[in-house]
Nanobody
Framework: DVQLVESGGGSVQPGGSLILSCTAN????????MAWYRQAPGTKCDMVGS???????YVEDSVKDRFTISRDNAKNIVYLHMNTLKPEDTAVYYC??????WGQGTQVTVS
């Protein structure tokens, strides 16, 4: 079975940093793109960024000066590095694989 488990969320003050991790199992991780999405209260779920299996990264314009994505194929982990966090970054963050499997999400609160 595919498992995607996010961790690293929490509460942080504006200007702070967090690193979210997503540990994946049940598929050939190093051959598949991974993505991060987020959903703020009362809004739709939006993509934050992605990291393809061949090393191409994409980060949404709204956060690309503050967020980066990396992955460790040896550990089956994809990371979302978030810096200079703002209250509007408050959301549940999900990792998603190329098969459209979603993790359970991790809450990030900036206040």
């Amino acid at each position: 079975d595919v498992q995607l488990v996010e961790s690293g969320g929490g509460s942080v003050q504006p200007g702070g940093s967090l690193i979210l991790s997503c540990t994946a199992n049940g598929f050939t991780f190093d051959q598949k793109s991974m993505a991060w999405y987020r959903q703020a209260p009362g809004t739709k779920c939006d993509m934050v960024g992605s990291f393809s299996n061949n090393g191409v990264t994409y980060v949404e314009d709204s956060v690309k000066d503050r967020f980066t994505i990396s992955r460790d194929n040896a550990k089956n982990i994809v990371y979302l590095h978030m810096n200079t966090l703002k209250p509007e970054d408050t959301a549940v963050y999900y990792c998603v694989n190329a098969y459209n499997h979603w993790g359970q999400g991790t809450q990030v609160t900036v206040s």
